[in-house]
Nanobody, 116 residues
Framework: QVQLVESGGGLVQAGGSLGLSCAAS????????MGWYRQAPGKEHELVVS????????SYADSVKGRFTISRDITRNTVYLQMNRLKFEDTAMYYC?????????WGRGTQVTVSS
């Protein structure tokens, strides 16, 4: 059973930082491009950042470029997201998944709330 478990979310003031983790189990994701998605209330999932299987290629949405950093540890089957200089509009539920997303792998997500 494929499972992605996100953790590390919380409540933070604008300008603060949070680090998210996504632990994968059930199969290896070492050959998949992985991404962090976020979903605000009433909106669709938005891909904000992704990383290549090797970890050398990354892609960022303009809204988070320069503030978010994605990384991965193949040996731990884990993907990370470091979020700095958080803004109110970053408030959302954050999920990790493959890119494009694997429908059967959506986890419960981790809530990030940024107070202004």
């Amino acid at each position: 059973q494929v499972q992605l478990v996100e953790s590390g979310g919380g409540l933070v003031q604008a300008g603060g930082s949070l680090g998210l983790s996504c632990a994968a189990s059930g199969r290896t994701f070492s050959t998949d491009r992985m991404g962090w998605y976020r979903q605000a209330p009433g909106k669709e999932h938005e891909l904000v950042v992704s990383i290549s299987p090797s970890g050398e290629g990354t892609s960022y949405a303009d809204s988070v470029k320069g503030r978010f950093t994605i990384s991965r540890d193949i040996t731990r089957n884990t993907v990370y997201l470091q979020m700095n200089r958080l803004k109110f509009e970053d408030t959302a539920m954050y999920y990790c998944n493959t890119v494009p997303p694997y429908a059967g792998a959506w986890g419960r997500g981790t809530q990030v709330t940024v107070s202004s």
